[in-house]
């Protein structure tokens, strides 16, 4: 019926569906094997159909653009999985459990938008699990706790976003484990690329099937309004061949932080941290093509090294918006103070800030340099090993390793690096006039001591 429907006139579709009933045209609506295009179904039982000359696949990976489609596939690959195994143990893993339930189960494309009105499974937010009538379970898991994931076992899963993990390979290896029910345990990866470790893995992989979607594909399920702004806009661009087009990027031959130092220092936790600090770079304007506003949370350990501990960057928002998130990170992170950007406000930063908090301290800093002179000092204390990332920060990664000698590739303000730049400038550079890397390691060596004096 699928290459019927996809061969025929709009008129002979019309008057197909005028002979079919109430129940049989929700049948059809939600049959996906119909509607779906071929990049979103599901690959054959063996790579290139040969089950002989290479083994069955375990991972179907689904490289896609932004809204190309692919949390629909996962959501339908489950639903199938669920409805054909009686026993079904299906784990749902996502950047964190409300993005697990916000866009696998109760999104536009996700479980329960996907099944037919009588056949819905039963979510249980509580249980954080669904149960079909069946009896086939889903439960939802969070990266953020790979622990979560020791004891329960499965015979599928989904995992969304994976490129985006904060603890991508400890999540994926416990989640490993636990697929050891029925014949033949899958499982299916819907992701935006990033050049992670685990997905370059996953593509060298013998049992691993690759599906790539660029947005495009489904330009006909998208409002004309973000295929005009944001397509246009980023195409051909760095940026747009990966958000978009689905391409796996490797850094950029100028880039000022290499990928693989970032991913060399990583680490899961910081050591004891005897300074933190609130870095913003507020954009001139709001709006949602304004700039974005470059929020980062670094510390500095009791170890002599400094963590980039999380990014709380906002785009489009008003400076009360951007402010009350400065102040979130502060009170959260429990910050010594705040170090601002004060270019393109001057005072009027400062008095926002002080707007949602008062009490809140906050150290003014103006560039006098360009943003590549800025960024050198502090590229260097990576390539030295004195800077760790704590977990994935893939949106500052990204821009930090399409960030080179003329600024990022696309021509966008690095907003993300600005802020990191402040940063750990603050902790490690701040007061040395041109600032020199053996200068930070020795303020990394003295001023634990000092904190630890003052106690």
Known sequence: MRAALRDSSPETIERFLSRLSPSELTALHYDFEIWARDDQLPPESSLHGSSESRPPWTTWLMLGGRG????????????????AANDARIALVGETLSDARAVMVEGVSGLLAVHPPGAKPLFEPSKRQLRWGN????????????????????????????????????????????????LAPRQVV???????????????????????????????????????????????????????DAELLEDRADALWPRGVIERHRVTAPALLVRVVVAVDPPAS?????????????????????????????????????????????????????????????????????QV???VPVRSVRAMRGKVLRAEPVAALYERGLVSHVGALPALE??????????????????????????????????????????????????????????
């Open 135 to 182: 009896g086939a379970v889903a439960q939802l898991f969070s990266a953020e706790d790979p622990e979560s994931l020791r004891g329960p076992q499965f015979s599928a899963a989904w995992c969304d976003e994976l490129a985006k993990w904060r603890r991508p390979q400890e999540t994926w290896d416990m989640l490993q484990f636990g697929l050891r029910l029925g």
């Open 190 to 244: 819907t992701t935006t690329p990033r050049p992670i470790p685990l997905i370059k893995a996953l593509l060298a992989d013998a049992r691993t099937v690759l599906t790539r979607v660029a947005t495009s594909a489904n330009a006909a399920n998208l409002a004309p309004s973000f295929l005009d702004a944001i397509v246009g806009r980023y195409r051909g661009t760095r940026l747009g061949r990966q958000e978009l």
């Open 286 to 354: 709001s709006g949602p093509r304004a700039d974005a506003c470059g929020i980062i949370v670094a510390g500095l350990g009791e170890d002599g090294r400094a963590y980039v501990l999380a990014t709380a960057t906002l785009q489009g928002v008003r400076p009360l918006d951007w402010a009350r998130a400065v102040t979130a990170a502060y009170r959260r992170y429990e910050a010594d103070r705040i170090v601002a950007e004060v270019n393109q406000g001057g005072e009027l930063v400062e008095t926002v800030l002080r």
């Open 357 to 359: 908090d008062p009490a």
């Open 68 to 83: 190309a489609g692919k949390t629909r596939a996962g959501a339908e690959w489950v639903r199938a999985h669920a409805g």
């Open 398 to 455: 990204d821009e930090m390793c399409d960030f080179g000698l003329d600024g990022l590739s696309g021509g966008g303000s690095p907003d993300r690096v600005d802020a990191l730049v402040w940063a750990l400038t603050d902790l490690c550079l701040r007061g040395q006039g041109e600032p020199r890397v053996r200068g930070c390691v020795m303020a990394l060596i003295v001023m634990p001591r000092l904190a630890r004096g003052i106690q």
